[in-house]
């Protein structure tokens, strides 16, 4: 996906010079490589000359997203071990009985999220367990539990960056 914003930056960049519209198209899902039925995705308003551009993103529906790049890391707050997953999502096992909050960084294959972290949790072990997830900073989200959870217990979290 990053790479996606990188070329998307690229190509509005080089449109700012020359004031054009530029549109961008994907074939749909399951249509053959050959075809001709493209489906607008984005859409540049319009670029300012040596300007600032827009982009307007099309829904766009995809069976699942699985994020990958570097492993998020944390802080060890909640006596964490074992991190498995990708760069904003993925879980981790507690080590002993705990109660606080640890601090998890985004992989290094993120950008900083212009504004902060939508962060949710649950203890699948003990479902009832509850877990606050927090916005810290551009790179970062708290993960508080509100009881004392239990050694080995596995916590699963997600963040949303907006």
């Known amino acids: ?83 498995l997953g990708g760069s904003t999502v993925g879980k981790f096992t507690t080590a002993t009985v705990t109660t606080g909050s640890t601090v998890i960084t985004m992989g290094a294959s993120v950008s900083a999220a212009p504004h902060g972290w939508r962060c949710n949790a649950a203890d699948i072990t003990h479902p009832l367990d509850i877990i606050v997830g927090t916005s810290v900073s551009t790179t970062t989200c708290r993960l508080t539990v509100a009881v004392a959870i239990t050694a080995g217990d596995v916590i699963e979290f997600s963040a949303l960056g907006y």
């Open 1 to 83: 996906m990053k790479s996606i914003k990188v070329l998307l930056s690229v190509l509005l960049l080089a449109l700012a010079a020359t004031a054009q519209t530029v549109k961008i198209s994907a074939l749909p899902a399951g249509a053959p490589a050959q075809s001709t039925d493209l489906v607008p995705i984005a859409r540049s308003s319009g670029c300012a000359p040596h300007g600032d551009c827009s982009l307007q993103i099309s829904d766009i529906l995809l069976a699942a997203v699985i994020p990958a790049g570097t492993t998020f890391t944390s802080s060890g707050g909640l006596d964490e071990t074992t991190l």
